[in-house]
Structures are given as C-alpha cells and as structure tokens.
C-alpha cells in the first residue's frame, strides 16, 4: 500500500510556507522521498538541485491518441478515460446512440469503453503495430508513443499541406 502523499518544506522554509510553486515537494511514489530531501542531502545547494535528473521527481506526462465518439476523428488527450474531444461531441455521442453502442460493444467483449478508441486509432495510425497487439506481444501503453509520434506527422504532413494550397 503506497503512503499518503505529504508535503514537507522544502531547505530553508519555515514549516507553514509551502514549496508547491517551485515543485520542490512532490513526492516520488518509488522511493518516498522528495526533492526538497535531495537538496538536503546534497549539503542544501540548490544550484546542485536544479542539476540533478528530473527522474526523482513524478510527473504524469501521459498522452494518448484516439478516436471520438462522437465525430470519429482522432485526437489527443492526457486523460486516460477520455472518450470525446469537446464537450460538444460528448452531447451529440450520448444523443445519437454512439456511446451506448460503444459501451454494449465493450461490455460483449468485457474490455474498457475507452480501449476501442485506442484500437481505431491504432488502426489509422500504425496498421503494421495491429498483428503484434493482437498476438499479445504489445500493449496499448507499450505502442503509444507511436501512435503519438505518429499522429504528430499526419498533423504536420496536413499543416504543410495546407500552406501549399493556393
């Protein structure tokens, strides 16, 4: 069971002054300690902090790719549930039936609604990545930096696309 998140002061701060804005405070949920404990245990310089790798500290850089709901293009969110791009096609899919066919197809197949995005998308974007997902060589979480990076290229390959357009 992980511990609860805490925050501790970072060197130097009295105990009732929070570090939150410079990020010292956060803590890593592998090995429980903060960054505010490196720079203490690098003899409190700071300057010896901002030099050290960014991996003691969590982030959530995640993004995924996938298809709407409700106007089926593609597109890319940090939200791992995500299902529709605006709030406007979250309207329009519950309204036309879209989202109610997409959960009674994933409660069929006992998988999460939001996966059927990713496999459209994997399909768009990365065709040749389709048998190894299916044989269970990949997961989604393995391939979507590629379907990122790919997805990255067609929306330059059409911004160049339309420059050129007299």
């Given amino acids: 069971m992980q511990p609860p998140e805490t925050r501790k002061p970072a060197a130097g701060q009295a105990a009732g002054s929070s570090g939150a804005s410079k990020g010292w405070d956060r803590i890593d949920h592998q090995d ?13 310089n700071s300057n010896e ?3 050290m790798p ?3 500290v969590t982030y959530s850089s995640k993004c995924y790719v996938t298809v709407c709901v409700g ?8 939200r791992r549930d995500q299902m ?7 309207v329009r899919a519950h309204r036309n039936g879209s989202m109610t066919r997409r959960k009674a197809v ?10 059927l995005g ?19 060589e990949l997961e989604f979480e393995d391939i979507m930096p590629d379907l990122n990076r790919a997805f990255v ?7 160049r696309m339309t420059e050129t357009a007299p």
């Fill in 84 to 90: 529709t791009c605006t709030g406007a096609c979250r």
């Fill in 106 to 115: 994933c409660a069929i197949t006992k998988a999460e609604p939001v996966t």
């Fill in 71 to 78: 106007c089926d293009d593609m597109f890319q969110t940090s």
């Fill in 32 to 44: 429980h300690t903060t960054s505010a404990n490196i720079v203490q245990e690098s003899g409190g």
């Fill in 118 to 136: 990713w496999a459209m998308a994997l399909s768009r974007l990365c065709p040749h990545l389709e048998p190894a997902m299916l044989a269970g």
């Fill in 54 to 56: 960014n991996s003691h």
């Fill in 153 to 159: 290229a067609r929306v330059y390959e059409a911004l």
């Fill in 49 to 51: 902090r901002q030099q």
